[in-house]
């Protein structure tokens, strides 16, 4: 899945592209070097940021969704958690919502998926961008995590949203420190067995890596995300959501072979 920012202020600015011409280009780009998905974002959700009005974030997506459509072959998903941005996304060519809140946010935001029969794909969180670490505490991060997405499944489904339209994200780097993200990359074969819905895991070049990596600027991060997405397919992940596609394609379909040599070992 490639990033695709169409905000003023990403922390990762290499697909940050706040001009729409710009970003319909980074988005073809993306697919003519082998991204499946590209997950389009108008509001920024690190931590610390601002939250922006629906009417802005609808501003800066509907022109790059509605460019898109018929230009792309590969689906397009919607990064936000308002009920509201989801819908106009979703009739100008989105067919999935990727919302960061797992449906805490916004109590609508289900019911307009489950009408528009798209995908939804819900990520771990506690909190607000401004507040997320305050929530950073857990007895087992496993445990803790599968339990409060397990809610999340639930809530979708009883909103109508179809468990086989539902895509779960463990939220490495969201209301996590450091010890936390590495600890669900970890242990996703635990989380996976725990929750039976197919995994996105976005370790992109965020922060958690810094103790080692060094404290160098986000797009300076690729290799560090490389070994974390090495590790996520190697632990069963479906979806990896990042920011360099070319380069990370290149490390799936290999950890891609590793896996696939493990579980069927030669003659």
């Known amino acids: 899945m490639g990033i695709l920012n169409v905000t003023p202020d990403s922390f990762a600015d290499a697909n940050h592209c706040a ?36 009417a802005e974030e609808l501003r800066r997506v ?4 509605e460019a898109l459509r018929g230009r792309l072959r590969i689906p397009v998903s919607i990064d936000t958690y308002k ?5 106009a996304s979703l009739a100008a060519g989105a067919v999935m919502v990727n919302d960061v809140s797992g449906l805490d946010r916004d109590p609508a935001l ?4 489950a009408r528009a029969g798209a995908a939804i794909i819900l990520m771990h969180s506690r909190g607000r961008p401004k507040t997320m670490y305050a929530g950073a505490t857990y007895a087992d991060i496993v445990a803790d995590v599968a339990a409060e997405l397990q809610d999340s499944i639930r809530r979708a489904i009883a909103d109508g949203i179809p468990r086989d339209r539902i895509l779960v994200d463990p939220g490495v780097g969201f209301a996590k420190r450091a010890a936390h993200s590495y600890g669900v990359l970890a242990r996703l074969p635990e989380l996976a067995a725990a929750l039976d819905r197919p995994m996105l895991v976005g370790p992109s070049r965020k922060s958690f890596m810094r103790d080692a990596v060094g404290d160098r600027p986000a797009v300076e991060r690729d290799w560090g995300t490389a070994a974390a997405v090495t590790a996520a397919v190697l632990a069963g992940a479906h979806i990896l959501r990042v920011h360099a596609v070319a380069e990370m394609v290149q490390v799936v379909r290999v950890a891609e072979e590793i896996r696939r040599g493990a579980l069927s070992p030669q003659p």
């Open 83 to 87: 009920a509201e941005v989801a819908a």
């Open 62 to 65: 509907l022109p790059v969704l």
């Open 19 to 54: 001009d729409p011409e710009r970003a319909v280009a980074a988005a073809l780009r993306m697919e003519a070097a082998g991204a499946d998905l590209i997950d389009v974002g108008g509001e920024s959700t690190r931590p610390g940021a601002d939250p922006v009005p629906p």
């Open 110 to 113: 289900a019911l307009v998926v």
